[in-house]
């Protein structure tokens, strides 16, 4: 009857705990209209800026990053939001979407801090090592988040963003011959800085992100006191109060 009794507290205890779990879960990943609307404003943000230089015969390219220069610092903050045509700005919206969007969902509690530090310290970068030529365009922040959300999801340990890392490596795992100079036209340097950025951020947030789901029972002193103790041959051993 005792051993009866432990079974079903054991299986009690279980229930409300996964519950528990779950619940806690839910709140690491759950969903709003910031995590839509910010990525979509966005990437129209650089739609209206790229019409507005077309449409007005302006010339926005010299407000982008300079390396090692004091005016081309300037562009580490404005570089991003500037592209040299369609296909440029084009090949950037819609990584920059999804990334965004999987940065503000599953990272939502240092989704920003990610997002302008890592932006401003890729800039930075850029700025010390790169070519002496005008670096534009939002690739360095889609490297950015390429690079935190696929070794985010690896260090993390938690099954669902490990997921999400192995999606990333599906959809964009080619973009990583571009941290290298393979085409002169293409600003590796900054794809380089983005992507290592990246790194070094999941790495220091690693302990700031959602937490991997893991029960009580997965520890090595479960059952607790009250219930019992495992021997060697992982068989329970009911306390002397209770057996009493």
């Not at 966005?42 to 004091?70: A, M, Q, S």
């Amino acid at each position: 009857m005792m051993t009866i009794c432990v079974i079903l507290d054991l299986w009690l205890y279980f229930v409300i705990t996964a519950n528990m779990k779950a619940q806690e879960e839910h709140k690491q990943f759950s969903f709003s209209q910031f995590i839509v609307a910010f990525p979509l404003y966005f990437v129209l943000l650089l739609w209206i800026i790229f019409w507005i230089e077309g449409n007005y015969d302006l010339y926005f390219t010299k407000y982008g990053l300079y390396p090692r220069t004091f005016t081309g610092l300037r562009g580490i903050v404005l570089s991003p939001f500037i592209h040299s045509g369609v296909k440029h700005l084009f090949n950037n919206s819609i990584p920059l979407l999804i990334l965004l969007m999987s940065l503000l969902y599953f990272y939502r509690k240092i989704a920003m801090k990610v997002l302008i530090y890592g932006t401003l310290l890729s800039g930075l970068i850029t700025w010390i090592i790169a070519r002496d030529s005008y670096h534009i365009g939002a690739s360095g922040i889609v490297y950015l988040l390429f690079s935190f959300i696929l070794f985010s999801g690896i260090v993390s340990k938690n099954k669902r963003l490990i997921a999400v890392s192995l999606i990333v490596i599906f959809l964009y795992g080619s973009m990583i011959w571009y941290i290298l100079p393979v085409k002169e036209e293409i600003s590796w340097e900054g794809h380089l800085s983005g992507f290592v950025v990246g790194l070094l951020f999941a790495l220091n947030f690693r302990k700031h992100g959602p937490k991997p789901q893991k029960y009580e029972w997965e520890d090595e002193e479960y059952p607790d006191e009250e219930l019992g103790i495992l021997d060697e041959d992982n068989v329970l051993i009911e306390n002397d109060d209770e057996v009493n």
